[in-house]
Nanobody
Framework: QVRLVESGGGSVQRGDSLTLSCEFTGITFSTSAMAWFRQSPGKEREFVAT???????NVTDSVKARFSISGDSARRLWYLHMSNLTPDDTAAYYC??????????????????WGQGTQVSVSS
């Protein structure tokens, strides 16, 4: 059974850094693409970053200079490292994983499994 659990969200101030974690079970980095998405109230879920099965990484241009991703396969953890946060980064952040061996990209529909989300609030 696939399970994703995010943690690390919180309330921070402009310019702060934050690292989100996603603990996953039932999948591995070699079989599933993994991604981070975010969603603000009234907006569609937005792609943030992905790590494909072949190890290639993609971070959306709007945050590429400030966000990065990493993973620890032994501990089954997937991270989103965020720096120089701004109020525009305020959102619920979701960890996602694709079906094993399925090709995935930057669309939310590419991902079958989702965590419950963790809220990040950035004040000015």
């Amino acid at each position: 059974q696939v399970r994703l659990v995010e943690s690390g969200g919180g309330s921070v101030q402009r310019g702060d850094s934050l690292t989100l974690s996603c603990e996953f079970t039932g999948i591995t980095f070699s079989t599933s693409a993994m991604a981070w998405f975010r969603q603000s109230p009234g907006k569609e879920r937005e792609f943030v970053a992905t790590r494909l099965r072949d190890g290639n990484k993609n971070v959306t241009d709007s945050v590429k200079a400030r966000f990065s991703i990493s993973g620890d396969s032994a501990r089954r953890l997937w991270y989103l490292h965020m720096s120089n946060l701004t109020p525009d980064d305020t959102a619920a952040y979701y960890c996602a994983a694709s079906d094993p061996w399925r090709r995935a990209g930057i669309r939310a529909r590419d991902y079958t499994y989702w965590g419950q989300g963790t809220q990040v609030s950035v004040s000015s």
